[in-house]
């Protein structure tokens, strides 16, 4: 191999000192990850900061080495933070970045950072710092989304439209029963998220590679200051093995951020779906669709589409993640260093697709004429039964006999409404002149009155209960 004779020699690596032959060149390209770790560089430099504080409580350290080594970091920090950090070809991941970067400004002290301290409990402590910070981002931009939603639903209350199952006309519903329904998946979403962001808040620092560290670091205080905490109180891992190898907390995100997919691909669907030309019951924004290079008339759900087709990545990201672990053996392997492209790649595509759905949802122009021109009288064959129901009939009887004035319309080829009084009467002579009142969308919708029904009122309700979940989620 050629290129191997322009490889650094390992002894310029962190971990240099018992080897003797040289890396081979596609082996170093194919081991770091400084190409896409780089990114932890904030949660690292935290981390690092707060680990020097340890060591220098436990007298590891004395505290003029404590703060050099802090004055230090938060020169790397700046130069991180202001885009002047540069990477060096022997960089082979951010741990090993920063270290050399920090010995560089502060010298030799740089040395003792590492005392005690591993890549394998540094990278699990800053993954969590990293997801949590992820966590709060996404809770936000769902909650962004979710007023997005209640913002149409306030303006839509009477907006009366086909409820569909099968996506197949079912029962009149409005428009904005319809917008809460993506409302709350949203909210388990974060509520999931908060749940995922308990078991992520625990700090491995201090298990060093496996086996735990020798110098007496006070783990819980750390915790605390890393924010590490629930309710108040630090948490920290009881087993240093576990602690090195657990990745269920990037497992757990992943699965957040697929279901999170998922909820996003059926609202694209239902939009998309109710922008065609056949449908006709909403319009998109000019600022998220795009045209066609061919056909000039044309004007694509491209924003919805591709919410839809991101649900693909994001669920495959967790496959990938569950099948590098699977089978994984205990502790720190390097298997590991896979966690994080799928991670980041989840991140990433909610970080733009969720806003994109708030906007392409906020901007929307609604039809309601079109909306209300798509019901069908058909769709009131329900409540006919329940007409039925309530002078005494039992509902088995009511639906078949309901049925039956159905298959005589549609035999007749007329609407469900327009059937004369004497065909009512040769299906029931319970059916009576006011079965006429039935064949209103709006009393029919009115009727549904439950809580978490379409009823307008209910509807109501329902929005005060998302606006009171709003404001409760907005104060933490
Ligand atoms: N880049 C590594 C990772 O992401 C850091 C840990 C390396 N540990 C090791 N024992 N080589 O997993």
Redesign the pocket.
């Known amino acids: 191999m050629t290129e191997q004779h322009n490889a650094p020699h390992p002894a310029s690596r962190l971990w240099g000192g018992r080897f003797i032959g040289q890396t081979d060149a596609l082996m170093r390209r194919f081991n770091d ?1 400084i190409g896409f ?1 780089l990114r932890l560089w904030d949660a690292d430099i935290r981390g690092s900061i707060a680990y020097a504080g340890a060591l220098a409580r436990a007298g590891v350290i004395t505290a003029d080495e404590a703060a050099a080594l802090t004055r230090g970091l938060r020169a790397v920090h700046a130069e991180f933070a202001e885009g002047r950090f540069e990477v060096k070809p022997d960089d082979e ?1 951010i ?1 090993t970045a920063v270290e050399r970067r920090l010995k560089e400004i502060v010298g030799e002290v740089a040395g003792k950072l590492h005392t005690g301290r591993s ?2 409990d540094q ?1 699990a402590t800053d993954l969590r710092l990293f997801c949590l910070d992820a966590i709060r981002a996404t809770q936000r931009a769902l909650l962004d989304a979710q007023s997005a939603l209640l913002a149409q639903a306030q303006s839509h209350i009477g907006a009366l439209m086909p409820g569909y199952t099968h996506l197949q006309r079912a029962q009149p519903i409005t428009f904005a029963h319809w917008c809460l329904s993506y409302f709350w998946p949203f909210a388990r979403d974060v509520e999931r998220l908060d749940d995922c962001a308990q078991r992520t808040a625990v700090l491995p620092l201090g298990s060093g590679a496996l086996a735990g560290s020798p110098f007496p670091i006070d783990r819980a205080a750390l915790a605390a200051e890393l924010g590490f905490s629930l309710r108040g109180v630090a948490r920290i891992t009881q087993n240093s093995l576990d602690a090195v190898s657990d990745r269920d907390f990037v497992a757990e995100l992943l699965f957040c951020c697929a279901l999170i997919g998922v909820h996003l691909s059926r609202l694209a669907e239902d939009l998309i779906v109710y922008s065609t030309a056949e449908f006709g019951f909403v319009t998109f924004d000019d600022a998220y669709a795009t045209g066609s290079s061919l056909m000039p008339q044309k004007k694509n759900p491209d924003a919805m589409e591709l919410a839809r087709g991101k649900a693909g990545r994001l669920i495959g990201n967790l496959t990938a993640i569950l099948t590098m672990l699977k089978g994984l053996p205990m502790s ?1 392997n ?1 298997d ?2 896979e966690d ?1 492209e799928p991670l980041f790649d989840s991140l990433d595509t909610l970080a733009l697709a969720l806003p994109v759905a708030a906007g392409a949802i906020r901007s929307l122009k609604v039809n309601a004429a079109r909306m209300r021109a798509a019901l069908d009288p058909a769709m009131l064959a329900t409540d006919v039964a329940e007409y039925l129901v309530r002078r005494g009939v039992p509902f088995r009887e009511a639906h078949h006999l309901a049925g039956r004035a159905v298959a005589l319309a549609e035999s007749k080829g007329i609407a469900l409404s327009q059937l004369a009084m004497s065909d009512w009467q040769a299906i029931s002579p319970r059916f009576d002149d006011d079965i006429a009142q039935v064949f209103n969308f709006a009393r029919s919708v009115a009727s549904r009155d439950v809580a978490g029904g379409a009823a307008p009122r209910a509807t109501q309700e329902q929005i005060r209960q998302a606006e009171e979940w709003l404001d409760a989620r907005r104060k933490l």
Do not use: E, G, I, P
């Open positions: 990850s770790d991941d741990h890549r394998n990278v720190y390097k590991l260093q994080k």
